[in-house]
């Protein structure tokens, strides 16, 4: 593949509905949920052999820094680019660009997730391929993930015209983006055919990200253009602290996408998961045939006894009798018990904890 294309990993902090296992200090990338991996040394090693470790850069903030240094020594220390503070993934993705274009300004970027589940990886890299070369014509490209339910908790875009096909995947024009829609107008959308899940990767050209922040955010681009003057010089770190909290905190999505010129959509099933809560895990854990998950370190398997459909996290035995539908997960200094369709619902425990002084559980 091209010299010129770059992998950048967004790696920052979230995951509240993975409570209590996704903490502030230990965010869901960091953990092994699905494999013996973490979420982040997955998205690193599914590149390869696409992306070489020299063309993967990660941003994320100074928390998080040396510990995925050490996850993935593989990848050159001066790769990870370093937030002063979390401001959402526009300037996030803005100052890591910036970096990468000053370096080549030739680059073509793959701005990819660092905690999400991708089952068909071989497939995953032929996509990435050609969202390369679509890209390299100016397109914003986004992967559009073929729905598989109405569901309510993801943005989703409408495809129009097709433009082309290139090794055997078809891109389209993106036509909008409807940010997480009710569950009539979701069960609207998948019934068309029309529209794909917004995975939120996307493939451009450094030059065309500039573009479009110069177009949509210019106080921002303006900012960027300060930031990228000073990359690799002594005066980087510095200047970087004196700006960065003059970049204005919102999403890509918003701040880019819902308003870019020439954007298209690859619509791809490659078994992708964002693993957005613990309900999430039965559709990418194998399940006995009760329909039951266990996962963690204990020496011996979890006890399920006359138990269905239940997921069962935990680093010793733990044992499930005449159960279903059950979420456990049990760490050394809290247990989650929920029913399996309220699992959704953590996020907002996350938020009392966060109201009524229990820091030590965040």
């Known amino acids: 593949m091209n010299e010129h294309y770059y992998a950048l990993i967004l790696a920052g902090g979230g995951g509240t509905r993975l409570w209590p296992m996704s903490r502030k200090d230990t965010p869901k990338q960091f953990l092994p949920l699905i494999e013996d991996e973490t979420l982040f040394q997955t998205s690193i090693r599914r590149l390869s052999p696409l992306f070489t470790p020299d063309r993967i850069y990660v941003v994320t903030g100074r928390g998080y820094v040396d510990e ?23 300037p996030a993705a803005g100052l890591a660009i910036s970096v990468i274009q000053k370096r080549d300004p030739d680059a073509i970027i793959a701005m990819l997730t660092s905690d999400h589940h991708i089952a068909q990886k071989e497939k995953f ?96 681009f303006a900012v960027l253009q300060d930031i990228q003057s000073a990359v690799d010089t002594p005066q980087f770190a510095i200047k970087l602290e004196q700006v960065w909290n ?36 039965f559709e990418v854990v194998p399940q006995d045939r009760f329909g039951n998950c266990t996962r963690g370190a204990s020496p011996r398997e979890h006890v399920v006894l006359d138990t269905r459909n239940t997921l069962v996290f935990s680093d010793r035995l733990t044992v499930a009798i005449g159960v279903q539908d059950i979420v456990l997960i049990d760490t050394e200094d809290a247990i989650l018990i929920c029913n399996r369709d309220r699992a959704q619902d953590v996020k907002a425990v996350v938020q009392f904890l966060k109201e009524n002084g229990y820091d030590e559980y965040l």
């Open 68 to 90: 995925l240094r050490s996850q993935t020594p593989e990848v050159p220390a001066e790769n990870f680019i370093v937030e002063p503070s979390a401001r959402d993934s526009a």
């Open 246 to 281: 003059d970049l204005s905190k919102i999403s890509i999505d918003f701040a880019i996408m819902e308003g870019a010129e020439r954007m298209a959509v690859i619509p791809v099933d490659i078994g992708w998961s964002d693993v957005g809560a613990w309900d999430a895990l």
């Open 125 to 220: 890299r032929d996509v990435l391929s050609a969202a390369g070369q679509v890209a390299s014509d100016g397109y914003i490209v986004t992967l559009g993930i073929s729905p598989s339910s109405p569901a309510t908790g993801f943005g989703y875009i409408e495809q129009g015209a097709l433009l082309g096909e290139y090794l055997g995947f078809s891109y389209h024009n993106a036509v909008r983006f409807t940010e997480k829609p009710d569950l009539v107008r979701a069960t609207q959308f998948v019934a068309s055919g029309k529209y794909s899940w917004n995975s939120g990767m996307f493939i451009w050209k450094a030059s065309t990200a500039m573009h479009e922040f110069e177009r949509q955010q210019p106080n921002m």
